[in-house]
């Protein structure tokens, strides 16, 4: 049985230069310590000493911290992608458009760069108005990835366990042409009760749904079972919690907002632009009001197990020592760079709503 987690992301990021973090990085500092594995991802090589007990927490913790350093890599990859695929409906160079992951920059100025050209192009336009009004998207973090991540490392976990752990509605989304007692965006074989202007069911089928059915769950979901309130995994040790975090963090889809573009006046000269808007913007806030701050809390946990694990690393030798050290500043790098994201994704966004704060609907 899949379950899923709804993330309620934050609204304002974790203390990116606290001490927690900065007294940690100086670990890093020991001459003769270093940390191949947080740069290859190549953990069976490490030499930890102290016994497995010490050994699991420090890998797990290390695992984790180097799965949420590629979170953040991706993520940046993906923001300047999209970017570039907006930039290019405005009339963008490639060349004006080109740049690598660094930290959060590249997309920067990216994002950046389109945003003054959209703001550019929308005032040339005088006789045309656009009004785009961008609605939220809903995200999911995969706890089956939970549930098999736990079993892997050191906790024993059944999937009750977790259901259990949803604090909220449990739904039930069942595939394509199965039965449907619940809401369906598409054709519905049976009844009804409301239907949208291309005659699709857009309310509640009772019957078979061609699209995805989702409806309460009860009892056993023969699909993929999703929480949409909290959700409190089970007690793991604190390696084995950092491992699955970065894990579960990587896991988290979300399903795209609406884009509602408006036109008053003649569109023809802005028509590619507006296609763009359209395909690109609910990327683009899937990115940095979903994925971008979904990933918010797995680094926060890290950072604080980052301090827990100081005592622990003493028994682990010089090289635990040395990658603790260098964990903390990773981890406050990823976190830097996923805040300069998510900077980036407002201001992108804002330039098509032509709102000052750039969140847009």
């Known amino acids: ?57 420090l890998k797990g913790f290390l695992e984790g911290v180097y799965k949420f350093d590629q979170l953040a890599l991706n993520m940046e990859t993906d923001l300047i992608a999209v970017c570039s695929e907006l930039g290019t409906a405005a009339g963008m160079d490639e060349a004006a458009l080109a740049a ?10 990216v994002c950046a760069d ?10 040339a336009a005088a006789d045309t108005k656009i009004t785009v009004e961008i609605g939220e998207p809903t995200c999911y973090a995969d706890v089956n990835v939970a549930l098999d991540c736990l079993k892997g490392c050191s906790a024993s976990i059944d999937p009750g366990q977790l259901s259990a752990s949803c604090s909220g509605e449990m739904s039930c989304t069942v595939d394509a042409g199965a039965d449907c007692n619940g809401s369906c965006a598409g054709n519905c074989e049976g009844k009804c009760d409301g239907t949208d202007a291309t005659g699709s069911c857009a309310g509640t089928c009772e019957g078979k749904c061609d699209t995805n059915c989702r409806m309460k769950a009860e009892g056993d979901c023969s699909g993929k079972a999703q929480c949409q309130g909290s959700f409190t995994p089970p007690t793991a040790d604190i390696g084995c919690f950092a491992q699955c975090g970065g894990a579960i963090a990587g896991s988290v889809s979300c399903d795209p907002p609406t884009v509602d573009v408006k036109i008053d006046g003649s569109a023809e000269d802005l028509k590619d632009l507006v296609a763009g808007i359209k395909s690109a913007i609910p990327k683009i806030i899937v990115i940095g009001k979903g994925t971008a701050k979904a990933a918010i809390s797995a680094g926060e ?23 603790i050290g260098m964990a903390g500043k990773a981890v406050a790098a990823a976190s830097g760079a996923i805040s300069v994201n998510i900077e980036a994704s407002v201001k992108v966004s804002g330039s098509v709503t032509g709102s000052a704060g750039g969140e847009g609907g």
């Open 100 to 109: 690598k992951p660094n930290g959060g920059e590249g997309a920067k100025k």
């Open 114 to 123: 389109v945003a003054a050209k959209i703001d550019a192009t929308l005032k």
């Open 1 to 57: 049985m899949n379950l899923h987690k709804k993330i309620a992301a934050p609204a304002l990021l974790f203390g990116l230069a606290s001490p927690l973090l900065l007294n940690c990085g100086m670990l890093g500092a020991i001459p003769g310590a270093d940390c191949p594995a947080l740069k290859d991802g190549n953990f069976s090589a490490l030499k930890i000493k102290g016994g497995a007990e010490v050994e699991g927490q």
């Open 301 to 323: 946990s890290l950072a604080t197990q980052a301090t827990a694990l100081g005592s622990v690393a003493t028994k682990g030798g010089l090289q635990a020592v040395g990658c």
